[in-house]
């Protein structure tokens, strides 16, 4: 019997990130202002630390992990990666799936990965709070776990469906020092003004960024700062440690690179941690099936349009070229919280753009199906997110199956469902639907972006 | 820095148990039927499948894991020994902390251990069906994923209290295919008796324990058994796995033997598994504290007498000689269901009278703020039951501060809460109270077994 964990010693953790964007075939869009203007520095400086901005910016390839970020990595890294033996008896395929296990971590996800290096980061620069939001609190609960390890304050507004359905990640966040408060709140302009309009709303990705972005920046006293689980580059870039942690272990497996990288693909910050290390094999020539995995729900990536967008609802952030969906769309509540965001990281939509990544989409049942199939072979109960992957996983097992090939399938568990039961309960009673987001909605929601600056496609 | 995670490979798995029976320095007292005749294996058939029966009653020292089991047990062992390097540093203590994380398990806590081995017991003696009882859901949990995992069906009685209060561990028992009702319910004679009795009863593990005997045993096809979580010599045996594997990592971190041994103890299994292969050591001359912590709730082993009584409320069960409570005690519903059980496994209770142990009690506050300096120090939730032992780690942290000492203390860490959030907000919000049993109340209970058969002390 192989061993089914490929494990790495802490002395073995990668010690430094690798940044695709040194890499791209293409130049990266920058961001730009509303009126078409590139965004400086200083621009970002009442958002973001210096150092992040430089990081943020930053095209060279690979960046040193400090020291003291390693340390509290280890606590729960390197990761293992594990074989998905019986995954694969079940489903009679002669495909190797191998995924790395991320819900190991204190907060039970990947996010913790971002959340540990940008609180150290804003740490240095001499900040005292971080305000941030939450989906399904996976991204909140990660950085109050991180602000708790550092000794900064954290506030969090979650998204008013999460607050509300999923109230366990609440309790972590107060377990761990942070604030966490429904979005829309009273506590900041944009919060009152989406209130009054849509008492009823139940709140958004897009929303809270607005809140938490507008709350940091309010603070004149410049001890606050804005922190991002996703979306942007240095997010990504803290992440790689996972590809990277992936690639060792795979050669430990006695296994070439693999012939498919697969994650779920909310804002894509699993998705690039994990496959990002690997596509430079891709520019290199080798052939990898690269799938971002996404809800029908909330469908970027396979359905929006290439374009600059705001990555939030009150317009505050900077324009970002992207696969989006228009920053006014409010997704509709399905289960996989971490997924509600309208658009995509650059990078990642640069990726998928320059045919490195092929998109896919999954409806919500078919990604709970998968998820039992999942809990009844390999045993874990994995997160409503992670779910996406897995039926992915599912599809191209059996595709390997047809073609008789022995292919490796790596995939990201991006983190476990312990606080998610109530999906899965709804599942197991019948109660959910698949939603498949109308044409006609996406092309209103559309209408919103038609008249910012087009990015120049080369 | 010391590496945090001492870990081994699949290969490095122990191969066999360890039996403290064979070492004890005292014979056990025997299973008696109530008037007072030694139980034979025939009487115990009903209930047990007889390989399971044998085990049991097994004097021998080693006895061999068989290959199937291993290979299961795999899916997350070997499990890694752990230092808390940041609690150390918190209690600014001399102490070096190690704890094995059982949390790890895909059930979160040190119970599959048992149930995939009983599961497989059970279906190579050709059963079919497991019936059994849980309290918080930790143990129903765990059976159900090794009932579904080797293709059993499973029943599991769950203490209407937590089933109330604890709804997530009954979607993970429908999630791994098990049927999973309060109790006491209306499916046995004894459930109708006690809900016509007291319909209002919180329930408590005697009676789950009752229903779930008495449906196996009304089971006349045979193909129907009961599984117990804890308690019985074959349980505490197969959890053996875990000190053993801490043995080996204590040498790998190039640590002598612990100096101090801490487990929570409900029915003793989790602080057995991790104590008893150390015991020989104290039984052959090394100076070793071994701390079994129970809640000042249910006292069994720092306030009941050591006598035999039954298991079970309806006292179908032999009698078993233990530190009880007696067996109608209804413990109050405090927030670590699993240590809510009237007595104590009769080989945790042998190895205290025998002096090897030395028992400790915590109420239920100390246990809470001892587990939110764990999270704010080391970042994880643990299980109600486990802030039992961290709360006596504290403790014996501090004393080794105080005498100067580079004590090494070694702890199961034997699940995680994550599922067990509402107790923390509870304490969170100041809702929670302490509760030591009066002393008139545990007399009331005591007279229930005052006619029963004595054991002869030696």
């Known amino acids: 019997m192989p061993e089914r964990k490929i494990i790495l010693s802490e002395r073995e953790i990668p010690k430094q990130w690798y940044n695709l964007v040194a890499d791209l075939p293409n130049p990266m869009h920058p961001p730009l202002t509303p009126d078409g203007k590139p965004v400086t520095p200083d621009m970002l400086s009442p958002v973001f630390p210096m150092n992040l901005i430089e990081q943020e910016a930053s095209t060279k390839r690979w960046i040193d992990i400090p020291e003291e970020i390693l340390e509290i990595l280890c606590r729960w890294r390197p990761t293992p990666l594990r074989r998905a ?6 489903l009679n395929t002669p495909a190797r799936i191998y995924y790395k296990d991320e819900s190991l971590s204190p907060a039970g996800s990947h996010k913790p990965n971002t ?6 980061y804003n740490k240095e ?3 005292k709070k971080l305000t941030t939001e939450t989906g399904a609190g996976q991204w909140g609960s990660a950085l109050a776990f991180a602000c708790q390890l550092l000794g900064l304050e954290c506030k969090v507004y979650m998204v008013r469906i999460s607050f509300d359905q999923k109230p366990f990640r609440k309790i972590l966040m107060r377990i761990w020092g942070a604030e966490c408060i429904a979005s829309p709140s009273n506590q900041t302009k944009c919060g009152r003004e989406i209130l009054q309009k849509m008492p009823d709303t139940p709140g958004s990705l897009g929303i809270a960024i607005s809140e938490a972005v507008e709350e940091a920046v309010a603070d004149k006293s410049g001890r606050t700062r804005y922190s991002l689980g996703s979306v942007l580059n240095h997010v990504l870039l803290h992440q790689t440690i996972m590809g990277l942690e992936a690639k060792k ?5 006695g296994e070439k690179n693999p012939d498919v990288i697969i ?3 909310g804002g894509g910050s699993n998705f690039a941690g994990l496959a990002f290390p690997f596509m430079i094999n891709k520019i290199n020539g080798e052939k ?5 995995v996404e809800p029908t729900a909330c469908p970027s990536l396979t359905r929006g349009p290439f374009a600059y967008d705001f990555g939030d609802i009150a317009c505050q952030t900077p324009l970002l070229a992207m696969y989006t969906l228009g920053h006014a769309f409010v997704p509709p509540p399905i289960h996989a919280g971490g997924l509600r965001y309208h658009g995509m990281a650059p990078l990642v939509s640069e990726a998928v753009r320059s045919g490195l990544a092929a998109p896919r989409a999954v409806d919500q049942i078919k990604c709970y199906e998968s998820a039992l199939i999942w809990s009844k072979t390999e045993g874990s109960i994995c997160a409503p997110e992670t779910s996406h992957a897995i039926a992915c996983v599912i599809e ?12 490796v399938i790596l995939f ?3 983190g476990h469902g312990l606080l998610d039961l109530g999906g899965y309960e709804k599942f197991l009673d019948g109660k959910l639907t698949d939603y498949v987001l109308p044409e006609e909605e996406l092309q209103k929601s559309l209408n919103n972006i038609k008249n910012l600056p087009k990015p120049k496609i080369k």
Request: hydrophobic share 40%.
């Open 249 to 253: 272990q795979l050669k430990i497996a």
């Open 263 to 265: 994650g779920c693909a």
């Open 85 to 90: 033996t019986y995954l694969e008896k079940y």
């Open 115 to 120: 959340a540990v290096a940008q609180a150290w």
């Open 396 to 407: 191209e097992a059996q595709k390997a199956k047809q073609e008789g090939k022995e292919k």
């Open 412 to 414: 990201n568990y991006s």
């Open 125 to 127: 620069f001499g900040i």
């Open 288 to 292: 990898i099936d690269i799938i971002p």
